[in-house]
Structures are given as C-alpha cells and as structure tokens.
C-alpha cells in the first residue's frame, strides 16, 4: 500500500542513430544510380548535362535518400520521444507526489495529561522527572477538575472544558481567524448531546473565530484528517481523550493539540514548531516495503530519526519492525527502552484506535524535549497508519538531476525535406513554366522558408499528441 506512487512500466533506453547507417544509404543510392546511368547509357556515349536527362534521375536517386532516411531516423526518433516523456512524467509525478506527502501543520501548541505525571518520561527513558518542563504541563487529569463528577457526559464536559481552557493562551496568540475546526475523538460513541457541551464551552470561552466541529469516529482517525484537516486554511484543535465511565478499568488519558498552517504564523516560527505531516497507509504484511517508501518521501531527513512509537502491533509484527529500523539503518536514540522503539500499548495501556492521536500528542512532546524527528505507526482491526512528526524541514529529492535532453528531430527534418523535395517537384510538373520564371524562384524560395519549419515543428508535435498517455488527453480535455 504505502504511498502507491505511480509507476509507469519499465521502458527501454532506445538506440542511438549511426551517421554510418545514413552513409552507407546515401552510397547505395548513388550506387544504385551509377549503375542506372550505366545500362541507360548508349553505344554513342553519355548524354550532356544541359539534355536534362539525368534530372530525373537525380530526383529520383534524392527521393530514395530522404525516403531511407526517414525510415530509418524516424523510428529512433519516436522511441526517444517515448523515453523522454516517460522519464519525464515520471520525475513529474513524483515531485509531484514528494510534495503532496510533505504537506503539513505546525503543532503550535501540545498538551499531554494522565494520572501519572512522568508516563511519558519513563516510556521514552529521560530522567522521571524533567525540571526544565514547568510542573502543570505534566500534571495528572484527574486534578484539575473541581469536585466529584459522575462518569459519563458530565464527565466529558469537566474534561473538555479543562482542555479547551488549556488551549486557550495560544489561540489567543494566533493571528485573527473567521473559522477554528476542533476535532474530537474519545472511545466512546459522540451524540447531539456532547455536541451541544461542546458549543456551551466554546461560547463561554468568548473567542471570536466561529467553531466548526468535527467528531471523529472512534476508529484511526487519520483517512479523514488526510482529506479535510491537512489542506485546512484555518487553525484546528485535536482533542483525543478517554474518560471515566462506570465500567472502565482503563485510567483517564488525554492530549489536545492546536495546529495551523504555516501560512498563519510568523515564518521565524516555522522552524521551531514541531511539524505533523500527512499520515501514509500502512500495509502491515509489506511493512518493510512500506515504511522504506516513509523514509524516501523524506517528510523528515532520516539521520534526524530518533525515536518510533507504535501500538496495535502483534509480536511477530514487532519484531518485523525492530528488523526494519535496522536494515533502514534508523539512527534511533538507543538509550530509550527498546533502542528507540516505544511500545506505547505496554506503556499505557490498550486504548485501541485513540491511541493514534495519544502518540502524536506524546511524539509532539518528546520533539519539543530535544528528543528528534519522530515516527509513530498505529493499527487496529485491518487499518494501520504511519505519521511523522519533527522540526526538519522535508527534504525535496532531485528527481530532474539525470533526466535526457529533448530529443533532436533529424527524422522530422529529413521527413520535411522529404516531402518539400516532392511537394515542389510535383508543382514542377504540373506549373513548369511558372516555376522556373523569376517569380516562381521567389515564390518557393519563400514558401520553402514556410512549409520547412512548419513541417517539421508539425510532425513532431503530431508525434507528441499520438505518443501522450491516454491519461493525459483526459485530463487535459477536463481542463
């Protein structure tokens, strides 16, 4: 699966022209003429040039050159035509593709939260606890909220309520918006009712920006934030938590992120936030495959790789993966648990599918930390995703760099003095006496300047239209 990048099938460099070929067709033809002028020739002797006898000959002997040029030069001249287009549409299409996987939001703002305070520092193997990160930034969920709620809906909205509150200093900071998109997954199924919470809390916090709310089913998240989140024009907030019901032996889990495109922020920002790019679809039976095609599309330089995070994996896939990191040759962090592979359902729990935007939440803090560019692979049921996160700026591959040249038309120009030689010669015919006046000489000398490069520059553009990929008629008769 991966990011199926199109590939056109394999096509064969063509041959080069040899000048010798084109020698020995215009020595046969002069040849084959000497041997005509032999056997026409009578027993008083040669006939005198000014007889015009050999004008005949000499056009015929030029119409037989032109015509074995052209079947020779202009095949080789389609089949380079062939490779150049296909080399070229092939480096096309994947910076094109390159450039599509490489598009991205700025996390502006991350939090993390669960009971315990230093989970995530432990699962990554920093110290247990980090004095350079303020102490509410690691403070557990069940702190904030005031008081002894019931589980269920009242709940949902104490959290929600907190998280939002906590997203508030950088909304605040961001340049002015007409629409902010929030986007909430939780494992439970949302209703009306949690929608109308939700709407409660965005008015009381008195924000400007119109919200536009998005409940994301409780399954990986990521084929819908492909195609709506990714190509946003406004700022959006990832809520993702798991809350207190009755049943639950799970402990509360959260992480809210705010993210904006680029073109929002102050471009002296952009290299300091960490970047979410789009998420690629994994195949977990080819992840080897797979995720070598992650490292090519280069959203991340790969040296700057340092930690991995998964969930949903069985044991053999885990082991495929630590197998992978090394035959990419991965430059992880390898003081971390499992040499900078984080398991991160041993390390919380198994939160199923929420646990995509938990890992992004903590790869997001752990970039933030110092700790590198980072990858996080979640699967559940028969769906499994990839996604970078990091600061690097995506590194554009040089698909151009060997490309062939345009191919030099000498089978069209041959092709035109061809039919220029036979063009004029059958006006000759038919208007003797108005060619060879005056007149006549100017008018073709100024109509060969014409029909030869007309010619020529029709033929080969005949050539490219037959040659075009019936793709990319379609496209172009959709334009």
């Not at 450039?99 to 991350?110: E, F, K, M, N, R």
């Not at 990554?124 to 930034?137: C, F, I, K």
């Not at 409780?218 to 492909?226: Q, R, S, T």
């Not at 639950?248 to 495109?261: G, H, N, R, V």
Request: hydrophobic share 45%; aromatic share 10%; with cysteine.
């Amino acid at each position: 699966m991966g990011w199926s990048v199109p590939q056109a099938a394999p096509c064969k460099k063509p041959a080069r022209w040899s000048p010798w070929v084109c020698v020995c067709i215009i020595a046969i033809a002069y040849f084959c003429a000497l041997v005509w002028v032999v056997f026409d020739t009578p027993s008083t002797g040669l006939y005198s040039l000014a007889s015009g006898h050999y004008l005949p000959l000499t056009g015929f002997t030029l119409v037989a050159i032109l015509f074995c040029l052209s079947m020779y030069l202009l095949p080789l001249e389609i089949q380079a035509l062939i490779y150049f287009n296909w080399t070229h549409w092939q480096a096309n299409t994947c910076s094109i593709w390159q450039g599509w996987t490489q598009q991205h939001l700025l996390i502006v703002a991350s939090k993390n939260y669960s009971p315990d305070k230093h989970l995530l520092a432990r699962i990554v193997g920093l110290q247990a606890r980090d004095d350079d990160q303020p102490e509410e930034s690691s403070a557990g969920i069940n702190i904030p909220t005031e008081g002894i709620l019931v589980p269920g809906i009242y709940r949902f909205e104490a959290l929600s309520r907190f998280l939002l509150m906590e997203m508030l200093p950088a909304l605040q900071g961001l340049p002015e918006h007409k629409v902010l998109s929030l986007a909430v997954q939780t494992t439970r199924p949302l209703s009306e009712e949690h929608a109308q919470c939700l709407e409660k809390i965005w008015q009381s916090l008195s924000l400007k920006p119109q919200l536009d709310l998005h409940f994301l089913p409780a399954k990986l998240p990521f084929d819908g934030w492909n195609n709506q989140f990714m190509t946003a024009k406004n700022p959006v907030i990832i809520l993702a938590f798991h809350y207190r019901e009755p049943d639950d032996k799970l402990p509360e889990i959260a992480t809210s992120l705010l993210l904006s495109p680029a073109t929002l922020l102050n471009p002296d920002l952009h290299s300091s936030l960490p970047q979410l790019f789009r998420a690629m679809p994994l195949n977990l039976k080819k992840l080897p495959e797979d995720l070598q095609e992650l490292r090519d599309m280069a959203q991340q330089p790969a040296d700057s790789l340092r930690l991995v995070w998964f969930s949903g994996l069985t044991d053999s896939l885990r082991q495929k993966l630590n197998a992978v990191v090394h035959d990419l040759k991965l430059p992880l962090r390898q003081e971390a648990p499992m040499a900078g592979q984080l398991d991160f359902d041993k390390g919380c729990g198994d939160y199923g599918p929420l646990a995509g935007w938990l890992m992004v939440g903590a790869a997001a803090d752990m970039v933030t930390r110092g700790q590198g560019s980072q990858w996080v692979l979640t699967a559940a049921e028969d769906a499994a995703w990839a996604i970078a996160v990091g600061t690097k700026a995506p590194v554009k591959s040089d698909y151009h760099s060997q490309l062939p040249n345009d191919t030099y038309p000498a089978g069209c120009l041959v092709a035109s003095l061809l039919f220029n030689l036979v063009l004029f010669w059958s006006l000759g015919h038919a208007f003797p006496d108005w060619l060879f006046s005056f007149w006549g000489a100017v008018s073709v000398i100024l109509t060969l300047i014409v029909t030869m490069i007309g010619s020529v520059f029709a033929l080969r553009l005949l050539i490219n239209r037959l040659l075009e990929p019936h793709f990319i008629r379609s496209a172009q008769r959709e334009k």
